[in-house]
């Protein structure tokens, strides 16, 4: 048997999916394996939306090696307990959407039942009070959770806002250190294998030619190799209407949160993401329900300082390639599809892209069912992640503008409308063998927005009401001490992850 050879892994871009991409094969694979050569040119800007990101990312850095503190002063990175949603169920309501759980789930059954009979008699607590996570986000503390399982603050975890950028760049040092190629120059034309029906070569303006066994595009929405092959784009718009955001930097203000926050607005949604050195700031509109130009002022109107720059319009269109994984290419990031960034969800499918690949990577002769496998789980993550967006702006009472009342009619996937049911009738979510978003999640918006259970789960009538309304009343207050004893998210950040700029900012306050 003749010894194996390495795969020539060609990767078309750069940004934060090519370096995530380059980082995660060379971090996690041998050089015997796979070598990797990235094509990148300087001249070609980056769409950088994604600062905010998900707990899964630290599961990938630490998989790779990443120093998380590292990372975190060289990306003026902060902590990220949840999201809060700011008027989208209706105007005046606030819910947020935790990294953790909702209380104790005990004989099976989930908190919201207990919760649900406290109320019937009586007992209308928040949800989110019962959430560590929540309460924490809502002190704007933060501390590293306990890796004792009995503790109560070992119940939530937590993620990112990042210069999305750095963190590229930070990648790029990683990667090229564990022997990544970085070619610089634009590529002018791409050739198929006549036989195969795969990507065979790309041309370098310089006339150079290089070839690979494997070829992953990177390249945004440009989608420049994946283009050229048999995966068509399936559209998503007529549930995810938004396609269009205005992106503006501003300077530090208002409160340090732990946390995203999403604004719903009169044609879409406003993003705040604060970093050690400036707030992350867009509107992200239905271009169909406002003219641009309106969006731009709403966004610098609701800014918590001055503005850095002038806001700059990206479009694009929701959904996903039907193949990501064609022939010998695969689409990583924007090039295999797009679903806004309203869960932060950008990153984690870059990311399981990545982990996808390495579980399924294929020799230099790919066999067929590698790719299908990939397509098929890749296909889950999408659709389980869409239908978690969709609920969003389906489940609102507003009445304030024409897209509100658009989502609040239209028909949705018969997998979202089977979940809402469910949840609305017993207050059952099921908990999904693939895809992100488990049920703590689905319960935080469905509640946040107004969907409530006509009944809970006959079980949680097991345990005497007035032993479960004390249960729960020593969980809200273990909670609450815990908490007030932890640090400012301004004190965390200081104390292991101070970046310079964020040094000077505070030297200069």
Known sequence: MSERQPVEVVIVGGGTAGWMAAAGLAGILKPEICRVRLIESDEIGIVGVGEATLPQMRDFNSAIGVVESEMMRRTNATFKLGIEFVDWGWQGSRYIHPFGVHGETIGGVGFQHRWLRAAQHGREWDVGEFSYAIAA???????????DPGAIDSTYNY???????????FLRDFAETRGVVRTEGKIVSVQRDGERGGIASVTMESGKVITGDLFLDCSGFRGLLINQLDAPFEDWTKWLPCDRAFAVPCELGGDFTPYTRSTAREAGWQWRIPLQHRIGNGYVFASAFIDPDRAAETLLANLDGAAQTEPRMLRFAAGRRMNSWSHNCIAVGLASGFLEPLESTSIYLIQIAIQNLIKLFPQAEIDPALPAEYNRLMDLEYSVIRDFLILHYRANTRDDGELWRHCRDMEVPDSLTEKIALFRHS???EQTKIGLFSPPSWLSVLLGQGVRPERYHPMADAMPLDVQLAGMEKLHTR??????KMPSH????????????????????
């Open 137 to 147: 986000a809502r002190a704007n503390a933060f501390d590293f959770p306990s890796s």
């Open 159 to 169: 993620a990112y806002h990042l210069d999305a950028s750095l963190y590229a760049r």
């Open 427 to 429: 207050g059952h979510i």
């Open 479 to 484: 909670i609450a001490a815990r908490v007030a």
């Open 490 to 509: 301004a004190e965390a950040v200081a104390d292991f992850c101070p970046s310079e700029a964020g040094r000077a900012l505070r030297g200069a306050a």
